[in-house]
């Protein structure tokens, strides 16, 4: 086995895994800017932040529904590096529009941006996957996708913690104009637009993919397109297992992040700072996860530990139900800041909750993504991940209305977190069929 963290010091490897860091960081810098402004400036009811998350959530998925199929079959039929650089192109600009939303500040901007980077990320996604093998060995592919969703979580990790130090600057510094005060809108606008830079000369040193073999021709309907790619890939039963698990997989997690900032301020009764940190907290398990499964691997590809992986999730989410049900928050519309909640009882119990609800979740999908870019050949793997990107985003759809629902209902965002945990056990019998065809 190679030491997966040797791929960083090689070119066929380290451009990509910087890119999709920084896009993965400026992503996430901008949503929680606009999430966390929208939640604690914006809106004082608990239904409509739940309902603003959702939409802003639903946006951001929409393209990944409509679109994958596009841009499987555009990274099966060109350079997957040419189009990496074309979309890094597009990001300034998106940028440019994102950068006008903090600035104003103007939640329409905002949400026109944040559809505009759910495009980006729908052309993106299947490359990040699909270029693995092509430039790795076959034994480097497990260490190589665990590199690449490590690095993400990573750059979610530190956009989130820039996204809610530009936040409690703005809420802790003086009085708020819009949600960004004085230069920490200018800050967050500059940045953003800085960063966006950066990954499109990270991306211009790519080294080349070209496509394998004849060059299909591409379909322009997305919907005849979607319909054909997912029926094209769902009949191999590997696939269609391990696509299945991942989209339960971001299910929970799309409840689990659409929840997030209401409970933290409704429930927890907490600032910020403390979204942020649990936010934070959730990418570094993930990241944990995703190493600790390729040692225990030793970079075979192999289903074995998923369903064990996403019972102990699902265990976990119990936990933390279990201490958020219980937390007693401040009356009177007062808030915790980071430091006293952090010094309080149940703090640490809660946190270590959520830790290793991500970090079992992380150790549960990486293994299923090399899956989908190992199970079948080269030429067709950006289709395949296109699939899962399809079948995902409308799983996650799924989920958001469904939590949508349960709150129109009357079901606290709290509560939902048990139908989190009822989708683990869901998830586990997947897995394990995967487990058994397969290992």
């Not at 960004?180 to 940045?191: K, Q």
């Not at 190992?374 to 296109?386: C, G, M």
């Not at 998830?427 to 290992?439: G, I, P, R």
Request: with cysteine; aromatic share 10%; charged share 10%.
């Amino acid at each position: 086995m190679k030491t997966s963290l040797r791929l960083l010091a090689r070119r066929r490897f380290l451009p990509l895994f910087v890119t999709q860091l920084l896009g993965a960081f400026n992503d996430n810098l901008f949503k929680q800017a606009m999430i966390l402004f929208v939640t604690y400036q914006v809106y004082s009811d608990p239904l409509q932040e739940q309902w603003f998350n959702a939409v802003a959530t639903g946006l951001f998925i929409l393209p990944f529904f409509l679109l994958s199929a596009l841009s499987g079959q555009l990274a099966d039929a060109r350079d997957k590096a040419q189009i990496i650089r074309w979309v890094k192109t597009a990001e300034i600009f998106i940028m440019v529009v994102g950068a006008a939303g903090l600035l104003l500040p103007s939640v329409p901007l905002m949400l026109v941006a944040v559809l505009a980077m759910g495009v980006h990320s729908t052309f993106f996604g299947p490359i990040k996957y699909a270029i693995l093998p092509q430039h790795l060995q076959a034994d480097e592919v497990l260490g190589g996708t665990g590199l690449v969703e490590a690095g993400t979580y990573i750059a979610i990790l530190a956009g989130t913690i820039a996204a809610g130090a530009l936040g409690y600057f703005a809420h802790y510094t003086g009085p708020a104009t819009g949600g960004l005060i004085g230069g920490t809108g200018e800050v967050a606008a500059v940045l953003v637009l800085a960063i966006a830079i950066l990954g499109w000369l990270s991306g211009r040193q790519v080294p080349s993919a070209p496509p394998i073999g004849d060059r299909h021709p591409i379909d322009l309907n997305v919907f005849s397109s979607s319909w054909r790619l997912i029926s094209n890939t769902m009949h191999i039963p590997r696939l269609f297992l391990a696509i299945c698990s991942i989209s339960f997989f971001w299910t929970i997690g799309s409840v689990l992040f659409i929840e997030f900032p209401p409970i933290v301020k409704n429930v927890l009764t907490a600032d910020e700072g403390v979204t942020s940190l649990l936010l934070s907290i959730f990418s570094v398990g993930v990241a944990i996860g995703s190493i600790a499964i390729n040692r225990l691997l030793k970079g075979h590809v192999s289903a074995k530990f998923a369903p064990i992986s996403v019972i102990a999730m699902g265990g976990f989410v119990i936990a933390f139900w279990f201490s958020v049900r219980g937390w007693h928050g401040l009356p009177d519309g007062r808030l915790y800041d980071f430091w006293s909640f952090v010094s309080l009882p149940g703090a640490p119990f809660l946190l270590g909750s959520l830790l290793f609800v991500a970090i079992s979740g992380g150790m549960f999908v990486v293994p299923l993504y090399a899956f989908l870019t190992t199970t079948v050949d080269k030429s067709e793997t950006a289709r395949t991940v296109a699939a899962n990107n399809i079948v995902n985003s409308g799983a996650m759809v799924i989920g958001a209305a469904f939590a949508m629902g349960l709150s129109a209902a009357g079901v606290s965002a709290v509560d939902q977190l048990l139908m989190v945990a009822a989708m683990c056990l869901v998830s586990a019998w997947l897995a394990q069929k995967l487990h058994l065809a397969c290992d």
